[in-house]
């Protein structure tokens, strides 16, 4: 795809706008910030917005503003630019909340659900398009979905689309079955969130750092050594098992606290991937790990199934990527259909 366009990538605590260009989606400027749906949401619930008209005022106000910061200074577009928006803002918190695409979801993004949204956009944009997530019986995403198609289009996966396994990991880590280029199934580990939780909110608050910067370095020796025995704990032992040894290790043992702290991140990533070999029922896996996760999820995986499975780890960059080229796919899908 040639066509330049924007990218917006809007979680629930993160808020992601980038402007993109050629055939390779360059990103030519972008702007990051921690303003997600949920503040939004809240501030609008502050100015009595409680209806969803009301709320949109709040979301278009700021993605009007951060969309001149954008372009402030840059070269005016030769044409219009689309903007498309995936994430939580198509959510009950969000800008406007639309309904979940279903299972079998295909990875050519044709089974994207979406609406174009009315807004005070700046001159130089065409249309803004906001998507929805997926869900099945008894699971849901949204934002992961872009994400999932995005990566799946790389030619290097097509023989991975008839049969795999794809972990994303996060704050809400998501394990997706792909059959037949479609996802069929999925699994949400709440993985980010109980090390924030249990970190901040439990007896273990004083035993690990849970405010500690996840990092995009090597891990020391020490740093790894007590991650990886934090994996063996949840092996043997699972989370209920395992957690109270987070606060045996700091009393009894007298583990430093970021020691204690890399033994915590091991316990529950460990947990979420100790059935792995079971879940995988023979598929290859794919690790889409971004760049503070990537050596973290490859050791717990190395460990907790090593040669049982066959799993390949895609380039971190390719998957903070990928939000990008789902988007991109979304609007090509979109301009074939104008075209028919």
Not at 21 to 30: K, L
Not at 35 to 48: D, Q
Not at 321 to 330: K, Q, T
């Amino acid at each position: 795809m040639n066509r330049e366009f924007l990218s917006c990538d809007w979680g629930t605590t993160s808020f992601r706008l980038r402007r993109v260009a050629g055939p390779d989606c360059t990103v030519i400027r972008e702007i990051r910030e921690p303003s997600g749906v949920k503040s939004l949401y809240e501030e609008a619930m502050r100015s009595g917005a409680e209806i969803e008209a009301g709320r949109a005022k709040v979301f278009a106000g700021f993605l009007h503003r951060k969309c001149e910061a954008l372009l402030a200074g840059q070269k005016t577009p030769e044409r219009e630019l689309p903007l498309v928006i995936s994430g939580m803002a198509s959510s009950s918190v969000g800008w406007r909340e639309l309904p979940y695409a279903k299972t079998p979801f295909p990875l050519d993004g044709c089974g994207l659900r979406s609406q174009e949204v009315n807004w005070s956009n700046p001159e130089c944009f065409w249309s803004a398009h906001l998507i929805s997530g997926v869900a099945t019986t008894c699971d849901m995403m949204r934002g992961e979905e872009t994400e999932i198609i995005g990566l799946m289009s790389d030619a290097s996966l097509a023989p991975l689309r008839e049969r795999s396994l794809l972990i994303l990991p996060g704050t809400h880590s998501k394990h997706v079955w792909i059959e037949d280029q479609s996802v069929v199934e999925f699994r949400t580990f709440m993985t980010g969130e109980l090390f924030e939780v249990l970190g901040r909110h439990s007896l273990l608050r004083a035993s690990v750092d849970a405010a500690a910067p996840v990092r995009g370095d090597s891990l020391s020796d020490p740093d790894r050594a007590a991650f990886q025995e934090g994996v063996s704990w949840a092996k043997a032992h699972g989370l209920a098992g395992g957690l109270f040894r987070v606060r045996t290790r700091a009393v009894l043992d007298r583990r430093p606290l970021k020691d204690n702290t890399w033994f915590f991140s091991g316990l529950l990533i460990g947990t979420e991937l100790e059935s792995i070999g079971r879940d995988a029922r023979n598929r290859p896996v794919i690790l889409g790990a971004t760049r503070g996760l990537a050596e973290l999820y490859g050791l717990a995986l190395e460990m907790v199934a090593g040669r049982a499975i066959q799993w390949i780890q895609l380039p971190p960059q390719q998957v903070e990527h990928a939000a990008i080229a789902g988007h991109a796919l979304f609007l090509q899908n979109r301009t074939m259909k104008e075209t028919e």
